[in-house]
């Protein structure tokens, strides 16, 4: 199984990072991340994949996920699906803008994605506030809140609801620790995002609520493992 992360960008990735020098006035700010750069998730070449699951159903997206750069941090994949076969993935392919899309209405998008050894941070084409929004950062606290604004004003906020520090979530052939952070998108037809991440690995699960209850999730496993 594998992320529909790309999808949010995410979502997965795009994720999106721009590395800073760290400030004083930027401490206490929730969508600065600073930390390594040069690490294992953001090598060139690595691939992911998307295999996405609605109710007890998997679905095929057809997908090929892989980074194309690391400047700095801020890392480039490229990514390609095929949601247009999937009914119950109408409300997500809805959403996705058509300049991410290719003449057929298959997503066709280099994303961008902040990665660091702090946290992990999307370029969020959903909200469209044209800023990186933090995902997780690594030293997160149950209760800490990564807001922002979208390009209409409205508040978008990404909660950390669980912070497990035990290896507990099933990953592959083994569990990992997780952060859980969960987002109310305001986007019509999208009640709730929840996001796993993990110190080494990333973003390595999310799950889209629909306003019919209806959910949608995805595993994002790469082929990093060192």
Same mark, same amino acid.
């Given at each position: 199984?594998?992320?529909?992360?790309?999808?949010?960008?995410?979502?997965?990735?795009?994720?999106?990072?721009?590395?800073?020098?760290?400030?004083?006035? $930027?401490?206490?700010?929730?969508?600065?991340?600073?930390?390594?750069?040069?690490?294992?998730?953001?090598?060139?070449?690595?691939?992911?994949?998307?295999?996405?699951?609605?109710?007890?159903?998997?679905?095929?997206?057809?997908?090929?996920?892989?980074?194309?750069?690391?400047?700095?941090?801020?890392?480039?994949?490229?990514?390609?699906?095929?949601?247009?076969?999937?009914?119950?993935?109408?409300?997500?392919?809805?959403?996705?803008?058509?300049?991410?899309?290719?003449?057929?209405?298959?997503?066709?998008?280099?994303?961008?994605?902040?990665?660091?050894? $702090?946290?992990?941070?999307?370029?969020?084409?959903?909200?469209?506030?044209?800023?990186?929004?933090?995902?997780?950062?690594?030293?997160?606290?149950?209760?800490?809140?990564?807001?922002?604004?979208?390009? $209409?004003?409205?508040?978008?906020?990404?909660?950390?609801?669980?912070?497990?520090?035990?290896?507990?979530?099933?990953?592959?052939?083994?569990?990992?620790?997780?952060?859980?952070? $969960?987002?109310?998108?305001?986007?019509?037809?999208?009640?709730?995002?929840?996001?796993?991440?993990?110190?080494?690995?990333?973003?390595?699960?999310?799950?889209?609520?629909?306003?019919?209850?209806?959910?949608?999730?995805?595993?994002?496993?790469?082929?990093?493992?060192?």
């Amino acid at each position: 199984m594998k992320n529909l992360h790309f999808i949010f960008a995410l979502l997965f990735f795009s994720v999106i990072f721009i590395s800073c020098d760290p400030k004083d006035d $930027e401490s206490s700010d929730p969508n600065v991340i600073n930390g390594e750069t040069n690490i294992g998730i953001n090598t060139v070449g690595n691939t992911f994949g998307a295999s996405v699951k609605v109710g007890n159903n998997y679905y095929d997206v057809g997908d090929s996920i892989y980074i194309v750069s690391n400047n700095n941090g801020v890392v480039t994949m490229r990514v390609k699906a095929d949601l247009t076969q999937i009914p119950a993935l109408d409300v997500i392919n809805d959403a996705v803008p058509s300049n991410y899309k290719d003449q057929n209405g298959k997503i066709n998008v280099d994303l961008s994605f902040k990665s660091t050894s $702090e946290g992990i941070q999307d370029y969020n084409f959903f909200t469209k506030s044209g800023k990186f929004h933090t995902i997780a950062k690594f030293d997160a606290k149950v209760g800490d809140t990564y807001p922002i604004k979208n390009s $209409e004003g409205v508040d978008i906020v990404r909660t950390v609801t669980e912070r497990t520090d035990q290896d507990d979530f099933p990953y592959g052939f083994y569990d990992i620790k997780t952060i859980k952070v $969960e987002e109310d998108p305001q986007i019509p037809g999208i009640k709730n995002i929840v996001y796993r991440v993990n110190h080494k690995f990333g973003l390595v699960w999310f799950e889209i609520e629909m306003e019919d209850g209806s959910k949608a999730s995805s595993y994002f496993f790469t082929d990093y493992t060192n």
